[in-house]
């Protein structure tokens, strides 16, 4: 009985780290999001932010279904403190985003934490999300953001011309302009996962003394 009841003080404890952690990287997360950089390759309205790193490193720790708690713990808290021009329907897709990339890297890594697993997962990630980004702004986020402020979706295309010459279209766009940005953010914040995880994991797996 002793025994059984030391198992459930240790999963219940366990259970109010995990909770406890999901919310404070998750408002990492949000800060970070605030923080937007811009890039010399990409329309001004994309910017890069550091927002997946804490989701990622919380990922990796506690397993895919946490990186997608904090992903909407992130998503949640910057909706309702900084609102949407879009009616949430932006704050969705950056959600998706963000699981399209730290799901397949946290699933990769979760059974081998090895280095080369953490590589694989994070490579497939930054494909995954490049690829749903691509699919979510060519048929979803581009129109709605150009009826949302009331200009054609050539004015917005017209933006990317600006920065690089060979955009001339929808399709043009999406393949120099979205796809790279995502690309390099998900470079950006996998090396600095690579870099800072195995300093941060003994903390969130409470093996800090």
């Not at 219940?12 to 997360?29: E, F, H, P, S």
């Not at 900084?82 to 990339?101: E, K, Q, R, W, Y």
Request: aromatic content about 10%.
């Amino acid at each position: 009985m002793e025994t059984l009841q030391a198992g459930k003080q240790r999963v219940n404890g366990t259970d109010i780290r995990t909770i406890a952690q999901v919310g404070i990287l998750g408002g990492i997360a949000f800060l970070l999001m605030t923080i937007e950089i811009p890039l010399w390759f990409a329309p001004g309205f994309y910017r890069l932010d550091l927002s997946e790193l804490p989701v990622l490193i919380g990922a990796f720790a506690m397993g895919p279904l946490a990186g997608v708690l904090i992903e909407l713990v992130k998503v949640v808290l910057y909706f309702f403190i900084h609102g949407s021009s879009t009616a949430g329907v932006g704050d969705m897709a950056n959600f998706i985003m963000g699981c399209a990339l730290v799901v397949p890297a946290a699933a990769l890594y979760k059974n081998h934490k090895t280095k080369k697993r953490a590589v694989a997962g994070l490579v497939s990630g930054t494909v995954a999300m490049a690829a749903a980004s691509s699919l979510l702004n060519a048929f979803l986020l581009l129109p709605l953001y150009a009826a949302a402020f009331h200009m054609p979706l050539a004015q917005i295309v017209q933006m990317g011309t600006q920065v690089n010459p060979a955009i001339t279209n929808l399709f043009t766009f999406v393949l120099f302009a979205v796809v790279p940005f995502n690309l390099f953010k998900g470079v950006v914040v996998s090396v600095l996962t690579m870099l800072l995880y195995k300093k941060v994991s003994p903390i969130l797996h409470g093996k800090l003394h």
